[in-house]
């Protein structure tokens, strides 16, 4: 179990992290969340030991990070961070050797994990001259290539195509099932709400919601509502406790201050004829994610 | 699984080694080694004006042929012409028309007041180091003609003509004439040894910027101190470059032992022209010569000194590569911030040919101290007995002092440096780097 406890980092006067806190269990799935300069990436170097929190502490099953510890964390960063003049197999030779691997063990796994996404006849190939989707899965093999205890996913899907990204799911979903606890980072945040269980979100390096996401979407009063049907957006408006009234191609999404007035909207669509579609729905963790950060923001 | 230290160190040197581009560059400077160690030969194979025979025709006016021609035949050693010809002749107008489109001399003797006179005909321009032999061996055969015809004594003339005898001695029992001889021959030979290491900081500094730079611009830095400590991974740099340098320099030492074997192959000693045009760098005279002044014993410590002083000077510039690549934040940054470095290390050379200039310079005895510096001046110094053992030994000093002070806080400094991807601030940054415990 990874353990964060009341970490701060200054950089100079800078304040990067303030009194950050989270647990990950083991095979669980932690979202988190914040825009450019949150302090995400300041989290995870600190999670790597390549930087020194000012105050707090970080364990991993209880022990101090430290060069053993790494030994067990896989690491995808959000920029690329491969050698590519290297060949694929040079590199997984060189990050395998890195994590004390042996070098039979890392070719073995890397004949596994080649075939696993579809590019092993890419092994002998200079990194420089894949394309964008394929250094993606590279870089993502070296990550999990020391079968991870702890991985940490900044950006994941970044450069992928749609069959890509479902290869990958399935990929972390199965490291999930096998125990490897992942940190997932991503501004995509149906990616989030799709893959973490539990989550936290950073506004200047300070956590301004955190916890279960089931929990965070309850707690989170504004609900949406979705309509089809013969209804005008400017009666909507007036009804009390409607705060939003969004018009996609072919029905409403009606936002309201909280469960409570999904009645007032009931008893005005009534009135109406030819309505197909009413339905209450959660709030998508893009819409808190936005509601809260931009919150902070203003204050 | 091994140590990861040494598995970053042999990745490093590995990859420089067992690139393809290093066997080419070697092969490439293996055959200009040898084309260097053997250049007479070269020279001799692709002939030239040198195979031709130099013809001196005399007209003689006078009756001092015989004397004048003599006196011709001393200026062979100073000509790089295989054989000499001197030869009497008439008709002046006739021997003009012959010397047409060739590099033949006439000379037309004529007496007059001061002896002869001479009148120097050639068909076109004649190099100077020619033309002022035969006019010195002229002047040399006036001036005999003039003793005998002044009735002078033929004892006492025979005095006049005996060359000088020097008898060189010295207070300092230690010095003889032989090892004064063997300090210039040596002092020749650093200046050609300090070019390689000159080529070896340049490729120490360059390697470490390359692969620091190339880590640190695609991010596996990250990865990378993810790993093993800052200090594991700048050392392992260090080391690998110092033993690819060390290596490159071994395999300089022997391709010129490849060049020196196919030169003792290719150069008989019976071939004239290989012995006139080698007649200024015969290694085998040279060897001889150190030798024979006793020069070699004293090498033995003096070696060790340089050796010494070399990979002190090499530790200190591959310290301060590492360093100063950490800071940039990529190559084109680097190669700026080198430069100075490489300005340095050129100092000491450009010092070696001053200290010809201005033998016991004080000021060029103190540079020979400085750390960076001495690398390129002090062995040339010392060899040529113009610094002491001991001024060598407070270079060497200087040199570990900051080696010392290079690890100690630069590696402060590489610990910042390597996950700095901003310019802004960056001396700032690093001097705080340097001020933390």
Same mark, same amino acid.
């Given at each position: 179990?990874?353990?964060?406890?009341?970490?701060?980092?200054?950089?100079?006067?800078?304040?990067?992290?303030?009194?950050l806190?989270?647990?990950?269990?083991?095979?669980?799935?932690?979202?988190?969340l914040?825009v450019?300069?949150?302090?995400?990436?300041?989290?995870?170097?600190?999670?790597m030991n390549?930087?020194?929190?000012?105050?707090?502490k970080?364990?991993?099953?209880?022990?101090k990070?430290?060069?053993?510890?790494?030994?067990?964390?896989?690491?995808?960063?959000?920029?690329?961070? #491969?050698?590519?003049?290297?060949?694929?197999?040079?590199?997984? #030779?060189?990050?395998?050797?890195?994590?004390?691997?042996?070098?039979d063990?890392?070719?073995?796994?890397?004949?596994?994990?080649?075939?696993?996404?579809?590019?092993?006849?890419?092994?002998?190939?200079?990194?420089?001259?894949?394309?964008?989707?394929n250094?993606?899965?590279?870089?993502?093999?070296q990550?999990?290539i020391?079968?991870?205890?702890?991985?940490i996913?900044?950006?994941?899907?970044?450069?992928?195509?749609?069959?890509?990204?479902?290869?990958?799911?399935?990929?972390?979903?199965?490291?999930?099932?096998?125990?490897?606890?992942?940190?997932?980072?991503?501004?995509?945040?149906?990616?989030v709400?799709?893959?973490?269980?539990?989550l936290?979100?950073?506004?200047?390096?300070?956590?301004?919601?955190?916890?279960?996401?089931?929990?965070?979407k309850?707690?989170?009063?504004?609900?949406?509502?979705i309509?089809q049907g013969?209804?005008?957006?400017?009666?909507l408006k007036?009804?009390n406790?409607?705060?939003?009234v969004?018009?996609?191609?072919?029905?409403?999404?009606?936002?309201i201050?909280?469960?409570?007035f999904?009645k007032?909207?009931?008893?005005?669509?009534k009135?109406?004829?030819?309505?197909t579609?009413?339905?209450?729905?959660?709030?998508?963790?893009?819409e808190?994610?936005v509601?809260?950060?931009?919150?902070?923001?203003?204050? | 699984?091994?140590?990861?230290?040494?598995?970053?160190?042999?990745?490093s040197?590995?990859?420089?080694?067992?690139?393809?581009?290093?066997?080419i560059?070697?092969?490439?400077?293996?055959?200009?080694?040898?084309?260097?160690?053997?250049?007479?030969?070269?020279?001799?194979?692709?002939?030239?004006?040198f195979?031709?025979e130099?013809?001196?025709?005399v007209?003689?006016?006078?009756?001092?042929?015989?004397?004048?021609?003599?006196g011709l035949?001393g200026? &062979?050693?100073?000509? &790089?012409?295989?054989?000499?010809?001197?030869?009497?002749?008439?008709d002046?107008?006739?021997?003009?028309?012959?010397?047409?489109?060739?590099?033949?001399?006439?000379?037309?003797?004529?007496k007059?007041?001061?002896?002869?006179?001479?009148?120097?005909?050639t068909?076109?321009?004649?190099?100077?180091?020619?033309?002022?032999?035969i006019?010195?061996s002229?002047?040399?055969?006036?001036?005999?003609?003039?003793?005998?015809n002044s009735?002078?004594d033929?004892?006492?003339?025979?005095?006049?003509?005996?060359?000088?005898?020097?008898?060189r001695?010295?207070?300092?029992?230690?010095?003889?004439?032989?090892?004064?001889?063997?300090?210039?021959?040596?002092?020749?030979?650093?200046m050609?040894?300090?070019?390689?290491?000159?080529?070896?900081?340049?490729?120490?500094?360059?390697?470490?910027?390359?692969?620091?730079n190339?880590?640190?611009?695609?991010?596996?830095?990250?990865?990378?101190?993810?790993?093993?400590?800052?200090?594991?991974?700048?050392?392992?740099?260090?080391?690998?470059?110092?033993?690819?340098?060390?290596?490159q320099?071994?395999?300089?030492?022997?391709?010129?032992?490849?060049?020196?074997?196919?030169?003792?192959?290719?150069?008989?000693?019976?071939?004239?022209?290989?012995?006139?045009?080698?007649?200024d760098?015969d290694?085998?005279?040279?060897?001889?010569?150190?030798?024979?002044?006793?020069?070699?014993?004293?090498?033995?410590?003096?070696?060790?000194?340089?050796?010494?002083?070399?990979?002190?000077s090499?530790?200190?510039?591959?310290l301060?590569?590492?360093?100063?690549?950490?800071?940039?934040?990529?190559?084109?940054?680097?190669?700026?911030?080198?430069t100075?470095?490489?300005?340095?290390?050129?100092?000491?050379?450009?010092?070696?040919?001053?200290?010809?200039?201005?033998?016991?310079?004080?000021?060029?005895?103190?540079?020979?101290?400085?750390?960076?510096?001495s690398?390129?001046?002090?062995p040339? #110094?010392?060899?040529s007995?113009?610094?002491?053992?001991i001024?060598?030994?407070?270079?060497?000093?200087?040199?570990?002092?900051?080696d010392?002070?290079?690890?100690?806080?630069?590696?402060?400094?590489?610990?910042?440096?390597?996950?700095?991807?901003?310019?802004?601030?960056?001396?700032k940054?690093?001097f705080?780097?340097?001020?933390?415990?």
């Open positions: 179990m990874l353990k964060v406890d009341k970490v701060t980092k200054y950089y100079g006067n800078v304040l990067a992290v303030d009194n806190s989270f647990e990950v269990e083991k095979g669980q799935i932690f979202g988190l914040g450019n300069g949150a302090g995400k990436t300041t989290t995870f170097r600190m999670i390549l930087i020194e929190p000012t105050s707090g970080i364990t991993f099953n209880g022990k990070i430290n060069y053993d510890v790494t030994d067990k964390i896989g690491f995808l960063t959000e920029e690329r961070s #491969l050698l590519t003049k290297m060949t694929v197999k040079q590199q997984m #030779l060189f990050y395998g050797a890195l994590k004390s691997l042996d070098e063990v890392i070719l073995k796994r890397l004949d596994k994990l080649l075939e696993e996404f579809k590019i092993s006849e890419y092994k002998d190939r200079k990194i420089s001259t894949l394309s964008k989707g250094q993606q899965k590279i870089q993502f093999i990550a999990i020391n079968e991870p205890q702890l991985l996913l900044d950006e994941p899907f970044s450069g992928l195509d749609p069959i890509n990204v479902e290869l990958f799911k399935k990929v972390i979903l199965k490291l999930k099932d096998k125990g490897t606890s992942i940190i997932f980072s991503s501004h995509r945040m149906d990616h709400e799709f893959f973490c269980e539990k936290v979100i950073l506004v200047k390096g300070k956590s301004v919601l955190e916890g279960y996401l089931k929990d965070i309850d707690n989170y009063k504004i609900k949406n509502i309509i013969d209804v005008k957006v400017s009666d007036k009804i406790g409607v705060i939003n969004v018009k996609t191609s072919n029905q409403l999404k009606v936002s201050k909280d469960k409570s999904c007032d909207v009931f008893e005005y669509l009135t109406r004829n030819n309505i579609k009413f339905a209450l729905e959660e709030p998508s963790l893009e808190i994610f509601s809260k950060v931009g919150d902070e923001y203003g204050k | 699984m091994e140590n990861k230290f040494r598995f970053l160190t042999k990745h040197l590995f990859k420089k080694i067992k690139n393809k581009w290093f066997v560059a070697n092969i490439i400077v293996l055959i200009i080694v040898i084309g260097l160690v053997n250049v007479d030969s070269i020279v001799k194979f692709f002939g030239g004006d195979n031709d130099l013809k001196i025709n007209i003689d006016n006078t009756n001092y042929y015989n004397d004048i021609k003599t035949e200026v &062979s050693p100073y000509l &790089s012409n295989s054989k000499l010809t001197i030869k009497k002749v008439e002046l107008k006739k021997q003009k028309q012959k010397l047409k489109d060739t590099d033949d001399i006439l000379l037309v003797i004529n007059d007041e001061n002896v002869f006179n001479v009148s120097f005909i068909d076109s321009y004649v190099d100077m180091v020619k033309y002022s032999a006019v010195s002229l002047n040399s055969v006036k001036e005999k003609i003039a003793l005998q009735n002078i033929k004892d006492e003339l025979a005095k006049i003509s005996k060359p000088i005898k020097v008898k001695s010295y207070v300092n029992k230690d010095k003889n004439e032989m090892e004064e001889n063997s300090r210039s021959i040596l002092n020749i030979l650093s050609i040894i300090v070019l390689p290491c000159f080529m070896l900081i340049v490729f120490l500094v360059q390697m470490i910027g390359a692969e620091i190339e880590e640190k611009s695609t991010k596996a830095m990250e990865i990378i101190i993810g790993n093993v400590s800052a200090k594991t991974h700048f050392f392992s740099k260090i080391l690998a470059s110092n033993l690819f340098v060390l290596i320099g071994g395999l300089l030492v022997f391709y010129v032992l490849i060049g020196l074997l196919i030169r003792k192959f290719i150069s008989p000693p019976s071939s004239l022209i290989t012995q006139s045009l080698s007649s760098f290694l085998n005279m040279i060897f001889d010569t150190l030798t024979n002044s006793g020069i070699i014993n004293k090498l033995g410590y003096i070696i060790p000194l340089i050796i010494i002083l070399l990979i002190l090499f530790l200190a510039y591959s301060l590569a590492g360093i100063l690549s950490s800071v940039t934040t990529n190559m084109e940054n680097y190669q700026q911030l080198q100075p470095l490489m300005v340095v290390s050129v100092i000491g050379y450009y010092l070696i040919f001053l200290s010809t200039a201005f033998p016991g310079s004080l000021f060029i005895k103190i540079i020979s101290c400085v750390p960076l510096i690398i390129t001046l002090a040339s #110094l010392l060899l007995g113009e610094i002491s053992v001024t060598i030994i407070i270079g060497i000093s200087l040199v570990a002092l900051l010392y002070l290079l690890i100690k806080y630069g590696l402060k400094i590489y610990k910042v440096g390597i996950l700095n991807y901003s310019e802004s601030n960056l001396w940054k690093m705080k780097a340097v001020k933390e415990k």
